[in-house]
């Protein structure tokens, strides 16, 4: 085995710990993901889960982190990137498990650091995608100069505004009216 393989018993011990993990998190909650109850579901040793994940707040980041977060195919132009994005990110908040993995996350962060500062790790990771979106269309100067940020807030933010905040399925009518009102606001033509 060459110095930059991983063994694949390595990487089956780490995606079965995992599982385990992501399964007791939707069962219980964030305060679910310990080493003892990973150990346990996966049928693993706790020390084979320590080894892993030395602190709870690896094992949880993790956890989070290797869920599947919403990925759109790329086609270059702007309009269908957007729109796929938030195809995405809607469905994600409908119909799987990121409204709930959000809301938990608040919740815990609200009263530990650690778990706030994870939160604000994950959202920055999470949101990448459409700010790739927006910096590329800047920079092929399909988009003026814009401030990234807000553009992504403006774009993505109805979203959990309506999921997150008043518990509404978002019609997916309503991605086709963001991201038209968004680009008619930037003066591109549609």
Known sequence: MGSNSIDPRVVRTRELALNSARSLLLEGGISSITHLNVAEHSGLGRKTVYRHWPTASDLIYETFSSANFPRADRTGELRSDLLAHLEALRQALVDGPLAYLIH??????ANDPEIAELRDRLTNEGCEPIRIILRDAVKVKRLPRIDIEEAASQLEGPLFYR????????????????????????????
């Open 104 to 109: 938990a996350l608040n919740e815990r962060a």
């Open 163 to 190: 999921t997150l905040v008043r518990n509404e399925a978002v019609p997916k009518r309503t991605i086709t009216k963001i991201v038209d009102q968004f680009l008619d606001a930037h003066r591109i033509v549609i």
